[in-house]
């Protein structure tokens, strides 16, 4: 008979590890958590070694049945039976694999929605999971019962050893809470609700293009023998235009298809907040729509934001407001850093979306009509899309009276 090996995850002299069960079954191997915990010194005392007896003598005991009825032992035959043995009560434990299967594919299959009842994008649950990662490797063995203010504050510790942004921080945060929220039920453990446990945030300044330099883009002239790598630039600058003038979140922007043009205007619902958006198409969209024969071919976001860049410093050398250094101030590792970085190297998908409402705006576009164009419920959420940058408000600034001597 296989014998399983009872053993700490992670063994040590003080601190608690989980308990768990390593067995080799006849569909491979089980790793199955006790919902135990001990430490090396404790681990073997009078309660533990009374546990360990109890599984290992089921486990005898499935053997013998398997045999005797001529079954393979399998892995979910013997997680049920130790499940029903330790009267463990599924993801009464919410650990953070059990949001890496259940939870993110609930998510993903709309089992799970947002406080809106809308479901969540692809690109929200991938940050998601990027944040069960990202939590994973600050602990191992934490979870969700478990989380105290205290653990908020070591995560944001450990944010800054890593050398992040406070606004990356600040975004693992704010997914970290989602999943604590949606897992409530489960867990038991309303910390994240605490005024305390809130997501930081750093204004900084983000970029977005004035008519001029989109035409450059657009306009550009690529030098690439690789076909394949020249029809991708091709497609990024087509779909970054597009958005210069539709200003739809990127997750919006690369779903659309031909169905979604009605009578010269693009009809989506929002993936975001499920809101109807209705944008007129201007001249240089159309444009696009008519070479691509529709909308152009699909592209991921991740080579959007790399093959632009690329594309705009291209631009800069017929538009060189494209090349003008941007002084960008972040506070990264708990250090406040001043950074000069070429505007072209600035854009991101984001970008386009930022432009068409400052865009609109400056075009004296009343803020209601951009509100219902983007998709933007208050005021305080447009205000940020369309700060007024220091840059800007100079230029503005240099044409008054006042400094004209």
Known sequence: MKKALIELKRPDPVKDSAIQVRMRCDDGMLKYYTGHSANLKTFGNAANQTIKNKIENEITRLQVECSVLGKPVVKTLVAERLDALLSKKKNTVVTLETMLTAVLEDMASGKILTPGSGRYSPETIRSIRLTVNNLTKFNPELRFQDVTLKTYREFKAWGVKNNWSLNTIG????FW?????????????????HEDFKIIREETEDIHLEEDEIQAIYNVKLDVPEVRLLTSYNLARDWFVLNCYMGVRVSDLLRFSSRDIVNGFVVIATEKTDDKVIIPIHPTAAEILKKHKGFPAYMPAQKLNEYIKIVAEKAAETC????DDFLYIVTKGGVRHEERIPKYKMISSHSGRRTSITN???AGVPDTFVMKLHGIKSAKTLERYT????EKAAELAAKLDYFKG
């Open 360 to 362: 609109m705006r400056a």
């Open 387 to 390: 700060k007024l940058t220091p």
């Open 320 to 323: 060189p407001s494209l090349g």
């Open 171 to 174: 975004s693992q945060i704010k």
């Open 177 to 193: 809470k989602t999943l604590m929220r949606v897992t409530e039920h489960l867990h038991g453990n309303n910390i994240h609700k």
